[in-house]
């Protein structure tokens, strides 16, 4: 292992340990102030019990992320653009974060409560942030190329890149929000994903990605830390959807984002689940294929302990993962 990596691995160690600490404070204000999650009828009775538990917890991530990350590329921002890019994916997470924080207040203590925003407008809001992220990246960064495995150069794909780069954002964010059903489940997925991209920088020399990537495997360790079953603290809104998106970015920056559906896959299987329940509910007169979805209540209401759930879908995370890795050094 080279000395970026060695380093980055420092690195988030010391984000676990700065997060963790302050976890306990960040905790404890949520329950004073009563953010607490308000479960609805859409998720097993199991999960009745969970209702009061602090949630936004995806500030305890995404805080100490952008102070670490600003902190270690302060010097750098004046540098060429290969210095700058680690801007985007950090505005990129501000935005999505935002708009958790909107989602997550409604749901509490607006109108829908219990339900958050409207989906068209949360939908409207995403499409907008991705459109405006992939401009950046079409433009700014020169970036509109496509890694396949087994070939030593990637492909422009010129415009084309900018519906598609629409597309992932938009659909790996909205796929995260989807896995933050089980204790610990989109943590561990996240986790396991930021470790291959960051992998896939370090083969690139990609320094601040790979930085940024580690910093955030530490930062999401620390959450788990609370997240694990029987969790004290949930991600929410204000982090799965900031989060998706991140990742999406991060993927498009390495040009290895045909690898994503696999490192992403238990937020795939989600995602899919739930348009096949819909579209055949529909289709069928109100007949389901699922006991209910997204797939993980599936399991749940087939017998699976939602430890089991989550485990076993890690399991199908890391594999996953490591055939990426071996597709990424093809």
């Known amino acids: 292992m080279n000395n970026e990596g060695i380093f980055s691995l ?61 902190l270690l590329n302060i010097v750098n921002l004046v540098r060429p653009v290969t210095g700058r890019s680690i801007l985007l994916p950090l505005g990129v997470m501000v935005a999505f974060t935002a708009l958790g924080l909107l989602d997550d207040w409604e749901g509490m203590r607006g109108m829908r409560r219990g339900t958050g ?37 990637k492909i422009d794909i010129g415009w084309l890149y900018l519906p598609i780069a629409v597309f ?4 790996t964010s909205n796929a995260v929000n989807l896995t933050d059903g089980l204790d610990g489940l989109a943590g561990m997925v996240l986790v396991t994903a930021f470790i291959i991209f960051g992998f896939v920088g370090l083969l690139q ?28 603290l949930f991600m929410g809104d204000t982090g799965s959807l900031p989060l998706g998106a991140v ?43 699922f006991r209910m979805a997204p797939i993980h209540h599936h399991f749940e209401l087939s017998g699976w302990s939602e430890t089991q759930v989550v485990q076993r879908f890690w399991l199908i995370s890391i594999i996953a993962g490591l055939i990426s890795i071996a597709f990424a050094l093809l």
């Open 10 to 70: 420092t690195l988030a160690s010391i984000t676990f340990l700065l997060a963790v600490i302050w976890g306990g404070p960040f905790l404890e204000l949520l329950r004073r102030f009563r953010i607490v999650k308000q479960v609805s009828g859409l998720q097993p009775e199991s999960h009745d019990p969970k209702s009061g538990t602090p949630t936004m917890g995806g500030l305890m991530i995404i805080v100490p992320v952008l102070v670490i990350t600003a």
């Open 205 to 232: 020399d990609q320094v601040y990605l790979v930085r940024f990537c580690f910093t955030l495997v530490g930062a999401l360790f620390a959450f788990l830390w609370y997240n694990f079953h029987p969790a004290e």
């Open 168 to 171: 992932i954002i938009t659909a």
């Open 247 to 289: 990742l999406a970015v991060v993927a498009l920056m390495t040009g290895q984002w045909l690898l994503l559906p696999l490192v992403a896959i238990v937020p795939l299987m989600e995602t899919v689940s739930v348009m096949v329940q819909v579209g055949y509910f529909k289709w069928s007169g109100g007949q389901r294929i």
């Open 117 to 153: 925003l409207r989906a068209r407008i949360k939908f409207l809001y995403q499409l907008l942030i991705a459109c405006g992220t992939a401009w950046i990246l079409y433009d700014t960064f020169n970036v509109h190329s496509l890694a396949i495995p087994g070939f030593p150069r």
